[in-house]
C-alpha cells in the first residue's frame, strides 16, 4: 500500500463527529502541530450518532453523580467555542427529569442538585403542566426543573470545531476510512482505503465503528438503532424554546425525551432504546417504518399531546451502549492508543470536555480530569 505524502503527524483522530471534532481542536490547542482528523462520512453526516438538529444538555445529571464536574467544564468550553464561532451553539430552555418519586431519574437528579447545591424546582404533573401547558405528565409523577438545562446544536457544534482546529492549522479528510493500524516501536501506522499514515499518538473517536478497530472493546460495545421523530404541533406556542423545556421522562412503558421547536424543524421526541434493535452499523436498516412511527406516536399522545401533529421528519441514528450505560475514555498504560467510546445515547453534552480529555491524554499521557467512572476494565471484572 503506497505510503501519502506528507503522512507523518503529531496525533490523527479516528472519526470527525462530536466527540473527534472536539479532540481534534484540542489537539491543536493545546499545541499540537499536525493533525489530521479522519472521516469516513462528510462533515458533519447522519449516518452515526452526532446529528438530529437538537441534542440535550442538562447540569444536574441522574446517571450518576461523577459526570457533573465534567458538565460544569463542558459548559464553559461550549460557551469559548460559541465565542470564537460568533454563533449560538447552546440554547437555554431549562430541563425536567420526570417520573414516580422512586424513580432513578427523580432520586438521581435530587441527588445530584443536593450534592452540587444545583437551583431546582419541584413540580407534580399537575403543577407541571401550569407553567409549561404542553406537558402532560401523571398527576403522580414528580418532575424537577432545573433551569440551566437546555439544548446544544449538533451539526453546527461539529462544524464550528472542525473550522477552529482548521484555522490552527489541522488537517481533515472525509470519505475516508481506517482499514487498521499498527503500532511500531515509537510510532502507529494508520492504514485507510485511501493510504497509509504515520503519527505519534492516535485518537479513536469512530462511534459504533469503534469495536471493529479494537477488538479488545468489540464485546463491550453494542450499537443500536434509535428512531427520532419531528412533528407540527398542533399549538405550536406551547413548544417554543421559550415556553418548553427540554424533558427527559421514565415511565412504565419506557423513558422518552422531547425537545421544543427550533430553527423550523419541529418538535422532537425520541423513546430511549426504542424497539432495542442491536445492529451493525455498517448494515442497519436506516429506513424508518410504520412500526417506528406507531411506537413513538404512542407516548408522544399519552405525554405531549398537542405536538401531536403532522409529521415534519423521521430519521434513524446509533446509541452505541455499554452494559452500564457509562461512557469508555481511556488510554491504555504504554499505549500510544486513546480512545472514546460507549456513549450510550447521552453523551453529546460532554463533547466539549471529552475532547479536552482526549487532547490530555494524548498529549500529556493523563488528564486532569477524574475519569475514573469510565475505565473499561469495570466491564470486565468479576462479578460485574
Known amino acids: 500500500m503506497p505510503v501519502a505524502s506528507s503522512s507523518a503527524y503529531d496525533a490523527i483522530v479516528v472519526g470527525v463527529g462530536g466527540m473527534g471534532s472536539a479532540a481534534l481542536y484540542h489537539l491543536m490547542r493545546r499545541g499540537a502541530?499536525?493533525?489530521?482528523?479522519?472521516?469516513?462520512?462528510t462533515i458533519p453526516n447522519d449516518q452515526g450518532s452526532s446529528h438530529g438538529q437538537s441534542r440535550i444538555i442538562r447540569l444536574a445529571y441522574w446517571e450518576h453523580?461523577?459526570?457533573v464536574p465534567l458538565l460544569r467544564r463542558a459548559y464553559e468550553l461550549w460557551h469559548d467555542l460559541e465565542a470564537q464561532?460568533?454563533?449560538?451553539?447552546?440554547?437555554?430552555?431549562?430541563?425536567?427529569d420526570a417520573g414516580q418519586a422512586d424513580s432513578p431519574a427523580v432520586a438521581g437528579v435530587l441527588r445530584a442538585c443536593q450534592m452540587f447545591d444545583l437551583p431546582h424546582d419541584r413540580y407534580d404533573g399537575e403543577s407541571l403542566r401550569a407553567r409549561f401547558p404542553g406537558c402532560r405528565l401523571p398527576a403522580d409523577f414528580v418532575a424537577v426543573y432545573q433551569p440551566q438545562g437546555g439544548f446544544l446544536l449538533p451539526e453546527r457544534c461539529i462544524t464550528a470545531h472542525v473550522a477552529a482546529?482548521?484555522?490552527?492549522?489541522?488537517?481533515?479528510?472525509?470519505?475516508?476510512?481506517?482499514?487498521?493500524?499498527?503500532?511500531?516501536?515509537?510510532?502507529?501506522?494508520?492504514?485507510?482505503?485511501?493510504?497509509t499514515y504515520t503519527c505519534r499518538q492516535l485518537v479513536v473517536t469512530a462511534g459504533a465503528w469503534t469495536g471493529k478497530l479494537l477488538?479488545?472493546?468489540?464485546?463491550m460495545l453494542s450499537p443500536e438503532r434509535q428512531v427520532l421523530l419531528w412533528t407540527q404541533p398542533r399549538r405550536p406556542e406551547y413548544f417554543q424554546p421559550a415556553t418548553f423545556p427540554v424533558v427527559y421522562m421514565q415511565a412504565a412503558e419506557g423513558s422518552f425525551y422531547a425537545l421544543p421547536s427550533h430553527d423550523g424543524v419541529g418538535f422532537k421526541f425520541g423513546k430511549y432504546h426504542h424497539l432495542g434493535q442491536r445492529?451493525?452499523?455498517?448494515?442497519?436498516?436506516?429506513?424508518?417504518?410504520?412500526e417506528d412511527e406507531r411506537v413513538l406516536r404512542a407516548g408522544l399522545r399519552r405525554y405531549f399531546p398537542d405536538a401531536d401533529g403532522p409529521r415534519l421528519a423521521m430519521k434513524t441514528c446509533i446509541f452505541t451502549n455499554t452494559r452500564d450505560e457509562h461512557f469508555i475514555i481511556t488510554r491504555p498504560a504504554g499505549s500510544r492508543v486513546s480512545v472514546a467510546a460507549g456513549f450510550s445515547g447521552h453523551g453529546f453534552k460532554f463533547c466539549s470536555v471529552v475532547g479536552e480529555i482526549l487532547a490530555e491524554l494524548a498529549l500529556d499521557g493523563e488528564?486532569?480530569?477524574?475519569?475514573?467512572?469510565?475505565?473499561?476494565?469495570?466491564?470486565t471484572a468479576p462479578g460485574t
Open 33 to 41: 502541530r499536525r493533525v489530521l482528523g479522519v472521516e469516513r462520512f
Open 65 to 67: 453523580p461523577g459526570y
Open 85 to 96: 464561532a460568533g454563533e449560538t451553539l447552546l440554547v437555554t430552555t431549562g430541563n425536567v
Open 165 to 195: 482546529a482548521q484555522r490552527a492549522g489541522a488537517e481533515v479528510k472525509v470519505d475516508e476510512f481506517v482499514l487498521d493500524w499498527r503500532e511500531r516501536e515509537d510510532v502507529i501506522d494508520v492504514h485507510t482505503n485511501r493510504g
Open 215 to 219: 477488538i479488545d472493546l468489540q464485546p
Open 279 to 290: 445492529v451493525d452499523p455498517d448494515t442497519m436498516d436506516r429506513e424508518c417504518h410504520e
Open 367 to 379: 488528564t486532569r480530569h477524574d475519569i475514573s467512572l469510565f475505565t473499561p476494565g469495570r466491564l
